[in-house]
């Protein structure tokens, strides 16, 4: 059972469009976090959200974890070609002691 | 600062043999991670090791096992190599748990011919 499902799974856009990528689960996270992942390299944070409600901007990306910690949303505005990768969001138990969880992934690609 | 350092970056194997894979990780870090990366599972988390203890582990087999030296370097061994082994393995260091990030090195792409 995938205790973290993401959507999409595969996502291609041109380059300048808005998208949101989301990650929801039946579980409670005491905290979850957002990593990119390129060809041949290993998984990159790019954000930990904590509180229920607390949005994080990062540039273009802005991060949202729902109310109840059980959801999280990715949207990125003006896509560019170099947003291209794997967005996997991961999630937290027991402030983290049982190890991540983490979603499949969705497949991001910005066409010129 | 050096990141997290995983050897080999490829191997290839065949069924029934054992696989030991290496983890560097960054300095100063007293925890280390392993996980399974495949296209069907996605990531799978495998152990935890801190300060040479095995603190978690997740659902995988018991011929997936591994250590942690005093100087928090990390091996993880594979016993009796199956197919359904191949698999991208993902080391990740941080400084000591809970939600502190995760620093993953680039992995160690395992092959089961």
């Known amino acids: 059972t995938q205790l973290l499902e993401q959507s999409p799974q595969f996502l291609s856009i041109q380059e300048g469009e808005n998208l949101t990528v989301y990650c929801n689960s039946s579980s409670v996270f005491s905290s979850l976090q957002w990593y990119r992942q390129e060809p041949g390299e290993g998984p990159v944070l790019l954000v930990t959200v904590v509180t229920g409600g607390e949005v994080k901007k990062l540039k273009r990306l802005t991060f949202q974890f729902g109310d109840a910690r059980k959801d999280s949303s990715l949207h990125i505005t003006a896509a560019q070609p170099g947003d291209t990768g794997l967005y996997l969001c991961a999630g937290a138990r027991r402030g983290g002691a049982d190890g991540l969880t983490f979603g499949k992934g969705t497949h991001l690609i910005i066409q010129p | 600062k050096a990141g997290v350092t995983q050897t080999p970056r490829y191997l290839i194997k065949t069924r029934g043999q054992q696989v030991t894979l290496s983890c560097s990780p960054i300095s100063g870090h007293r925890s280390v991670s392993w996980y399974q990366q495949t296209p069907g599972q996605g990531l799978q988390f495998l152990f935890e090791?801190?300060?040479?203890?095995?603190?978690n582990k997740g659902n995988f087999p018991g011929r997936f096992s591994g250590r942690q030296f005093s100087n928090s370097r990390s091996e993880m061994n594979v016993s009796t190599l199956e197919l359904g082994d191949s698999a991208l393995y993902l080391c990740?260091?941080?400084?000591?748990?809970?939600?502190?990030?995760?620093?993953f090195g680039n992995g160690t792409r395992l092959t089961v011919t």
């Open positions: 990740a260091s941080r400084t000591t748990g809970g939600n502190s990030p995760l620093h």
């Open positions: 090791y801190f300060s040479e203890t095995q603190r």
